[in-house]
C-alpha cells in the first residue's frame, strides 16, 4: 500500500481524510479493521431512518481503491473474476466475485471501466488476503496500484440524495444506476457513481484526499436539514435490510459464491479461475442455501445457530440486527437447502433459548432498489 | 460521552457495572442507570429472568441488547426474582426514556442483605460518573 500517503493515529491506526470532522460532529469511533472509524453520530436508528426517509452522508474513505492498468488489465481482470466484463463500457460498473481454483471466496469487489484503466473498490476486511491473491496471480504487463489512501469516498444516500448533490454538481441526469462520470462538485474534481449499499438512490463520490473536508461540507451545507451524518453502524442495519453481503462476515473463505446466492454474477459462458470446481459443484447441487431470517422477537447475531422444528442444527446465522423499519430481528446465513424455501418455519439459538422464525425472501425491506 | 449530564438519583445503590437497585424492605427492584442506557443507546430488545428464578450477586440476570451490541446485566444482589417488568417486551426502548422508572427490570426477594454495603450510593456513584465523563 501507498502506506506514505495514509494518515495515522498515534498507535499507527489508519485515519480516513474527515477524521477531525468526525470528532468535532462527536461521533463515537471504533476501530474497524485497522482504521479509526465513525460507529454512529447520534444514534443509529435515528441515522438509518433519516437515509430513509431524506439522506444521509457516510465517510466509507477506507474502502480498498485499486487501480489496474496495462495492455493485459481487461484479460487479467475478466479470468480473475466470475462476472463479465467484455461488454462494459467506459464508467460502467459490475460486482464481481474473485475466487480461489476450488471456487472458494477471496473476496467480492466492484470493478468500474475508467477511461485509461479499471478502477477497483474491495472490501476492508479482506484487504490482505485480497491483496496476497493479486499479488501472486498478477501477470507482467499489468500494474496494480493501491490508491486507498489518495482518494476519499464519500456515500450520499437516501431519496433526497439528488436534489442535494444536483444543486452543488454540474449535471447529474445521465448518470444512471451502477455507471459513474467525472463532475464538478462546489468547484472539486469527483468522480461520481450513482450506487449504494443501503437500496435508497444515490451516489459515491470519490475526491482527492485534500478535498474530502470541503467536499463533506458543501455536500452538508447543501442538504441542510435533510441530511444527517450516518457512521458504520447504521451502514450495516440499512445494508441487512436489503439483504446485501457483506464480505468477511456474510462470505468468508470457506464460501462459494453459489451456496452464497451469487450465481447471478457468475457467467458460465467465460473463462475464470474457480469455473471448473463451480461447475461441479452446480451439478451436485449445494450443501447449504444462503437465506433471510426474520424473527418474532430477539435478534439474530453472528455465529448463531439455526435450528429445524425438533431443535436439529440446520445452518448458522453470518450477521444480523434489529431492523429498524420493520421493528423485528432479521438476520442472513446459510441453511441446509431443504430449509431455504421461504416462509418455512425455523428457530435461531440465543443463549440456549430457541427463538421462533421464518425464512423470508430478500429484501427484508421491499419497494426499493 | 459528549459531557452530556448523566442523572444519578439518591436513594438508589448503585454497581460499578452501572446497575441500580431500590430496596423496599426485603425487596430489590432493579434496573440498569441512565450513564449505561447512554452508552447502550436504541436499546431494542430485552432478555429477562423468569419469576422464581435464583440470582447471585454479580452474575447475568439478563441481556439488553441494542442495535449493534449485546450486554449482560449484572445482578447488584442474590435473591430470587418474585417480579419481572413484562412491558419491556414489547417497549424496550422504557430503558433509554426512562431508566430509573418505568425501565425497571426486576425485583428481587433479597437473600443477603449485606451485599448492599458493597454498592455504592448516590454521591459515590456521582464520583464515579464524573471520573468517567471526563
Known amino acids: 500500500m501507498n502506506s506514505e500517503t495514509c494518515n495515522r493515529g498515534e498507535t499507527g491506526i489508519l485515519r480516513t481524510p474527515l477524521y477531525s470532522t468526525h470528532i468535532s460532529l462527536g461521533a463515537r469511533m471504533i476501530e474497524f479493521h485497522g482504521w479509526e472509524m465513525s460507529v454512529e453520530y447520534s444514534d443509529i436508528i435515528g441515522e438509518h431512518k433519516a437515509v430513509r426517509g431524506s439522506a444521509g452522508l457516510f465517510d466509507v474513505s477506507h474502502m480498498n481503491k485499486l487501480n489496474v492498468r496495462g495492455d493485459r488489465a481487461f484479460d487479467f481482470l475478466q479470468n480473475l473474476s466470475t462476472n463479465d466484463i467484455s461488454k462494459l463500457p467506459i464508467n460502467g460498473m459490475k460486482y464481481s466475485v474473485v475466487c480461489r481454483d476450488d471456487g472458494t471466496i477471496v473476496d467480492d469487489i466492484v470493478i468500474i471501466r475508467r477511461e485509461d484503466h479499471y478502477f477497483l473498490v474491495t472490501n476492508t476486511s479482506r484487504k490482505e488476503i485480497l491483496m496476497k491473491w493479486l499479488e501472486d496471480h498478477t501477470p507482467e504487463g499489468v500494474g496494480v496500484e493501491d490508491v486507498t489512501c489518495d482518494i476519499a469516498t464519500l456515500a450520499l444516500q437516501g431519496p433526497g440524495s439528488n436534489d442535494i448533490l444536483s444543486s452543488i454538481s454540474e449535471d447529474l441526469d445521465e448518470i444512471r444506476f451502477w455507471s459513474g462520470a467525472n463532475r464538478k462538485v462546489s468547484g472539486i474534481d469527483t468522480y461520481i457513481t450513482r450506487s449504494g449499499y443501503t437500496g435508497e438512490d444515490g451516489f459515491e463520490i470519490y475526491s482527492r484526499s485534500e478535498d474530502a473536508m470541503h467536499l463533506w461540507q458543501s455536500i452538508m451545507d447543501s442538504g441542510g436539514k435533510d441530511i444527517k451524518p450516518i457512521g458504520l453502524g447504521a451502514r450495516d442495519t440499512l445494508r441487512l435490510e436489503m439483504g446485501y453481503i457483506l464480505s468477511g462476515l456474510d462470505i468468508s473463505d470457506e464460501n462459494n459464491p453459489l451456496e452464497a446466492g451469487l450465481e447471478w454474477a457468475v457467467k458460465w459462458s467465460k473463462d475464470f479461475t474457480g469455473k471448473d470446481a463451480l461447475l461441479k459443484i452446480k451439478e451436485q447441487g449445494v450443501e447449504k442455501k444462503f437465506a433471510g431470517i426474520k424473527l418474532e422477537r430477539g435478534i439474530p447475531r453472528h455465529g448463531y445457530d439455526i435450528v429445524g422444528s425438533s431443535g436439529e442444527k440446520i445452518g448458522v446465522v453470518t450477521s444480523g440486527t434489529n431492523s429498524p423499519m420493520l421493528g423485528a430481528g432479521i438476520g442472513l446465513g446459510y441453511v441446509k437447502p431443504e430449509y431455504a424455501l421461504p416462509d418455512t418455519k425455523i428457530g435461531i439459538v440465543i443463549r440456549n433459548k430457541t427463538y421462533n422464525g421464518i425464512v423470508v425472501k430478500l429484501p427484508f425491506l421491499e419497494g426499493r432498489k | ?134
Not at chain 2, 454479580?58 to 439488553?64: A, E, H, P, T
Not at chain 2, 446485566?73 to 426514556?97: A, D, H, Q, R
Open chain 2, 1 to 134: 460521552m459528549n459531557g452530556s449530564k448523566m442523572e444519578v438519583r439518591d436513594g438508589l445503590y448503585y454497581s460499578e457495572e452501572h446497575e441500580w437497585a431500590r430496596i423496599e424492605d426485603n425487596i430489590a427492584v432493579i434496573g440498569i442507570t441512565d450513564y449505561a442506557q447512554k452508552e447502550l443507546k436504541n436499546v431494542v430488545f430485552v432478555e429477562l429472568p423468569k419469576v422464581g428464578d435464583k440470582l447471585t450477586v454479580q452474575k447475568d440476570l439478563g441481556y439488553v441488547e441494542s442495535t449493534k451490541a449485546v450486554n449482560a446485566v449484572l445482578s447488584p444482589v442474590s435473591g430470587e426474582v418474585i417480579e419481572v417488568n413484562s412491558k419491556l417486551e414489547e417497549s424496550p426502548e422504557l430503558v433509554n426514556t426512562d431508566p430509573y422508572g418505568e425501565g425497571w427490570m426486576v425485583k428481587v426477594k433479597m437473600s443477603n442483605k449485606s451485599e448492599l454495603s458493597e454498592l455504592f450510593n448516590g454521591r459515590e456513584y456521582s464520583e464515579l460518573m464524573d471520573h468517567l465523563v471526563k
